[in-house]
């Protein structure tokens, strides 16, 4: 990829909810689409095909722990009838797949110094009455971050979620956080709370080993209570446990931290995208088109998304089926328009049309667990990543209803209407209802593919079962060996990190942006 900035005079861009991923994760799953149009194959098929498998590498080096793509496409398959009805629609309705992945929080911290400082930290502290008080400073913001950290200490604990207390606004007692920013704040944040309800847990067994004389090894503790594993009715109660940690000391306190492994490699852009972990999301949407006034509305939307474990299902499910709503405003409606003196011609919640219950499809939410060895209990970020597989789903099941490409967003009706108008002009129709809808005859690549895809699974469920975390690539299958550079096995295959000049002149005005320097490259006293 290689792009230019350009000034204007338009209000400054920011991060919204999937920053740089949305637009760009569109455009790759329509160009998916359109090369398994090429090569006349089924699109789910292809990607099954291609899938990278758990404890892996992409070929930028992002580190892939646990991958629950396959299963997400499946599910969505069956539950869409999706063989049923892929390109056998009748012309003006269509269905359309998309997918997506995410990180569950930046792999690289947004402070440098100190250099090993955590990305997150929470303090824990128990006083006398049993209650639990957890001091985060991950900020609140609607995304459930305050219960899921509740929860992973309550299971630490073993006691009632009501009695874990987590405060997470209060600058003046809270530990630093780097901010609910990258879908980071469960996977990091709970982390560490987890580390810190360890050390409390520790305490409490060992008091209790003081008092009955078994090992904490020996010991479970359950409902508060702690006891002897071969003989439950040898034990004390949590509060008495807690009483003999807090003798001469009072209080028991703990700090828990998190700090991503080290990952990525040293190319130019290497950091971009690195996380310890990413979510994987595949959705099939089911999309009415009006061919003749251009007029989309989206039926029906079946959302699978790896969230590795949902430690609150019902919350993942808001975030999915908020994503789906977010996303179809992106999609069919919300754009900004101006004017020819660069003024905003649509800055109001009337004119910049944001979809109402009235434009919401029936969304059913499937939850794809894949248990990621590093999350917290396995979980990964349910955020941000569900809102990319919308936009290419949608974009794709309009192909699949009228046959005709369109590669702006978002798809208000004169668009659509226009795209129409061309290709009735170019085949010289001159009532729409005459378009036909595209057709699927599978090539001879269509075995090829599902038999890989076949191979691909076989190769997952072994890899997720197994210990066995070496380096691996999609060319393992044709005989490439994963620890040695695929430019010292295939001739012609070249690794760099800037383009050639003969590749600079073909990328025209964006290619320039290769030949400028950063001031404090060019020397000077300036």
């Not at 359109?34 to 892996?56: F, G, K, T, W, Y």
């Not at 378009?435 to 593919?449: E, G, I």
Request: glycine share 10%; net charge negative; charged share 20%.
């Amino acid at each position: 990829y290689t792009g230019a900035r350009v000034w204007t005079n338009k209000p400054a861009s920011g991060a919204m909810r999937g920053h740089g991923a949305v637009n760009t994760r569109c455009a790759v799953e329509v160009g998916l689409d359109q090369m398994a149009e090429d090569l006349s194959v089924d699109p789910i098929d292809l990607r099954l095909a291609n899938l990278l498998p758990p404890h892996s590498k992409t070929i930028s080096g992002f580190r892939i722990t646990s991958n629950g793509m396959r299963e997400a496409l499946e599910r969505v398959r069956d539950r869409s009838d999706w063989d049923n009805k892929f390109r056998q629609l009748p012309l003006g309705k269509g269905i359309g797949i998309g997918c997506g992945f995410f990180i569950s929080g930046s792999g690289l911290p947004i402070h440098w110094d100190p250099n090993k400082f955590p990305h997150a930290t929470v303090h824990i502290q128990v006083d006398m009455d049993g209650g639990v008080t957890v001091h985060s400073g991950a900020a609140e913001i609607g995304q459930g971050s305050t219960t899921a950290v509740a929860q992973v200490v309550a299971e630490v604990l073993a006691l009632p979620i009501e009695m874990i207390h987590v405060r997470s606004h209060e600058s003046d007692t809270s530990p630093v956080d780097l901010g609910s920013y990258s879908s980071r704040v469960t996977f990091m944040n709970a982390n560490a709370a987890i580390r810190a309800a360890i050390e409390i847990r520790d305490m409490l067994l060992n008091a209790a080993w003081e008092m009955i004389g078994y090992h904490p090894d020996l010991l479970v503790l359950n409902d508060r209570r702690i006891y002897y594993k071969h003989d439950p009715s040898i034990g004390v109660s949590y509060l008495k446990a807690l009483h003999k940690a807090q003798e001469d000391k009072g209080a028991l306190i703990s700090s828990g931290a998190y700090r991503s492994p080290p990952m990525g490699g040293v190319h130019k852009g290497a950091a971009a995208g690195l996380a310890p972990a990413y979510s994987f999301s595949a959705y099939v949407a089911e999309t009415d088109v009006d061919i003749e006034t251009g007029q989309i509305k989206c039926t029906n939307v079946w959302a699978a998304h790896d969230c590795g474990k949902a430690l609150n299902p019902l919350a993942v499910k808001g975030q999915i089926i908020g994503s789906c709503h977010m996303g179809l405003g992106q999609v069919i409606s919300e754009e900004m328009v101006y004017g020819r003196t660069g003024h905003l011609q649509n800055a109001n919640l009337l004119e910049y049309k944001i979809p109402s219950v009235h434009e919401m499809p029936h969304v059913e939410p499937i939850i794809v667990e894949s248990c990621d060895p590093e999350g917290p209990f396995g979980a990964k970020e349910a955020g941000e990543g569900p809102l990319l597989p919308i936009l290419p789903a949608v974009v794709n099941s309009v192909y699949d209803a009228i046959g005709i490409r369109i590669n702006d967003l978002p798809l208000t009706p004169d668009t659509v209407f226009f795209a129409i108008e061309k290709k009735m002009k170019a085949l010289s129709v001159d009532d729409p209802l005459e378009l036909d809808s595209p057709r699927l005859t599978h090539s001879a690549m269509q075995q090829v593919v599902v038999d890989r895809a076949v191979q691909h699974k076989v190769r997952d469920i072994a890899r997720q079962r197994s210990d066995d975390t070496s380096p691996y690539v999609n060319g393992v299958l044709f005989g490439f060996d994963p620890n040695i550079p695929l430019e010292d096995q295939v001739e012609g295959w070249r690794a760099a990190t800037e383009p050639l000049p003969e590749q600079l002149a073909e990328l025209g005005f964006a290619g320039k942006a290769w030949l400028k320097k950063e001031q404090r490259q060019m020397g000077g006293e300036n």
